[in-house]
């Protein structure tokens, strides 16, 4: 299938190094050292490219993208082609003048994530000491600089109490928005899924918490929420759909539809430095096998909702219904769906002994 029309959005991962260990982390569990990584002028290019391409926004991420010195230069290269930048960071071991210096450079936002609403939940899960007084700190420090700040909370079972807190938070640092991002189960939190999924009374009352916060507070604070997949009635779709919209590339250079693509073993990834991006948008066979509709097996390929949700998570299908053509099992619709269900809970169960996290490290197998 052909590209559906030039895409929106880019997630720029920059580097996968991060003084963080979050058990929950997106990224691969074979994490790229910084020898892997693409040279500044790989990265400027690619941006050019991307400006090219009618890209809109790119957020920059990691791993913690500010561990790059060129940091400023990206942001500049974005900055001079008109394209909105997000830096996506932790907010520890940052330099107060160094967000002035991004700002200069020609940031747009910042969306700083927190691991916790305390100290103690900061610190397990980030497993770095101190490292919540220096988020505070950053958030402070950008809202002086007059830049627009997102918190992003990912939500687990070891701080889902803590959501009437977040957005607590939220509007004490002043933040424009808020998602209570529902911890997604690839990457290092498939690894940790035992000690992270939540209790589904948890889970229904941490949405009864969201939907009256969002009344109470529209016009003062955006609040997004993203809905744990094993609990979901509907799936969402990937990246707004497989190569719909928008796309990624790590660190390393690979352009992949999403997070977890790698994860499917019959596609091949091409590479940043290999093609442009208009190629690989327009024409790289892993863009295309799950693009659009053609792909779909029933229930998808007759369902109202085909071209809403795109069939949900094609490494989620994967991993629970031993194929990536399949309904997403979080969709009702799904023949999967109740197993889907039971594996949450029983999850969640043994998980209630179960507090030791395989942390994040790059060596870590």
């Not at 899924?193 to 507070?217: C, G, K, N, S």
């Amino acid at each position: 299938m052909s590209a559906p029309g030039p895409p929106i959005g880019m997630l720029a991962e920059l580097t996968h190094r991060c003084p963080l260990q979050c058990p929950y982390c997106s990224n691969p569990a074979k994490l790229l050292k910084a020898n892997t990584e693409l040279e500044t002028a790989d990265w400027t290019r690619v941006f050019s490219e991307a400006a090219d391409l009618g890209i809109l926004q790119v957020h920059l991420s990691g791993g913690e993208p500010t561990l790059r010195g060129d940091l400023e230069e990206i942001v500049s290269a974005l900055s001079s082609r008109g394209v909105y930048s997000n830096l996506i960071t932790a907010g520890v071991n940052i330099k107060p003048e160094r967000i002035g210096g991004l700002k200069d450079a020609g940031l747009d936002h910042v969306q700083l994530s927190v691991q916790g609403a305390t100290s103690e939940v900061t610190e397990k899960i980030g497993n770095m000491k101190g490292a919540h007084e220096q988020k505070l700190a950053t958030a402070r420090v950008v809202r002086a600089a007059k830049l627009p700040l997102t918190l992003n909370a990912p939500i687990h079972r070891h701080n889902i109490h803590q959501v009437e807190d977040f957005i607590e938070l939220a509007l004490e640092l002043d933040a424009d928005r808020l998602e209570i991002a529902n911890v997604q189960y690839y990457g290092w939190a498939l690894i940790n899924r035992t000690q992270l999924m939540p209790a589904w009374d948890d889970v229904m009352r941490q949405v009864d918490i969201v939907e009256e916060a969002r009344e109470r507070l529209r016009g003062v604070l955006l609040i997004d929420f993203v809905t744990p997949d094993y609990y979901a009635e509907f799936p969402k779709p990937c990246m707004g759909g497989w190569a719909q919209d928008a796309f990624m590339v790590t660190p390393d250079g690979s352009a992949m539809p999403c997070h977890a693509a790698h994860t499917i073993p019959h596609l091949t990834f091409d590479n940043v430095k290999d093609k442009s991006l208009a190629d690989i948008w327009d024409s790289s066979p892993a863009f295309d096998a799950y693009r659009g509709t053609d792909w779909m097996q029933e229930p998808c390929r007759s369902c109202e909702r085909r071209e809403a949700d795109f069939g949900g998570c094609r490494c989620q299908a994967l991993a629970i219904a031993g194929d990536a053509a399949a309904t997403d099992p979080a969709c009702s619709l799904s023949p999967l769906h109740a197993t889907m269900l039971k594996i949450a809970g029983q999850t969640q169960a043994a998980g209630e002994t179960a507090d030791d996290f395989t942390y994040r490290r790059i060596g870590t197998q």
